[in-house]
């Protein structure tokens, strides 16, 4: 069974320029987090989706991130107007529900020039 | 709010030199405490899921215990190749997982 999948695996552009970043969940999984991850710092959460739910979308920095899940599956984070400060690892993780382990991707390495 | 607390932040071993990571949190109705690690440039990979005070687990030279108020991750004879970012995170009652910034364990030969 295939993991969690995050795509591309690393990233560089440039500032002001708008990025997609890419998750696949473990197939049945019906949660999915984002989380962000800079150099030497934990987990900061970013949203939460648990199935049909409103997603919980209280982690993101700014008006210029936001994140959508399509037919309880695929989920992309979009960042706008990227800023230099916006540069770090971006990982997912899905859960089976929302009381069990989450497994994470690998992680987008972003890096804004 | 939920917060983690780990420490200490980064911790140097002898091979075989046995000792204990913590991990102290705050939370509004613990629904799980779990532990991860993490190597350099991978994501984190799940190691246990402690659900109540008192509970125990324990997978090859690690073993994780949990009361109301901190968690101890237990490192017996390490390894160098136990050397990674150990991770806790605790979830409350609205499903958003909380994580403390980890410890870095160097085991040396």
């Known amino acids: 069974g295939a993991g969690v999948s995050q795509s591309p695996s690393n990233k560089v552009t440039e500032k002001g320029k708008d990025v997609e970043l890419r998750c696949d969940p473990i197939s049945g999984h019906t949660a999915l987090y984002w989380y962000r991850q800079s150099l030497g710092q934990g987990l900061e959460f970013l949203i939460y989706?648990?199935?049909?739910?409103?997603?919980?979308k209280s982690g993101l920095p700014s008006d210029r991130f936001s994140a959508e899940r399509t037919g309880g599956s695929v989920s992309t984070l979009t960042i706008q107007r990227t800023q230099q400060e916006d540069s770090a690892v971006y990982l997912c993780a899905s859960r089976e529900t929302r009381n069990t382990e989450a497994f994470f991707g690998q992680g987008t390495r972003l890096t804004v020039v | 709010e939920d917060q983690v607390t780990q420490s200490p932040e980064a911790l140097r071993l002898q091979e075989g030199e046995s000792s204990s990571l913590n991990c102290s949190y705050t939370v509004s109705g613990l629904r799980g405490l779990f532990w991860y690690r993490q190597d350099p440039g991978k994501g984190p990979e799940f190691l246990f899921t402690?659900?109540?005070a008192g509970e125990e687990k324990e997978k090859e030279r690690l073993k994780a215990t949990l009361t109301k108020k901190e968690s101890f991750l237990h490192i017996t004879a390490p390894k160098p190749e136990d050397s990674a970012t150990y991770l806790c995170a605790v979830q409350g009652a609205n499903s958003k997982l909380t994580f403390g910034k980890g410890i870095t364990l160097s085991v040396r030969p």
């Open positions: 989706f648990q199935g049909n739910s409103a997603p919980d």
């Open positions: 402690l659900y109540s």
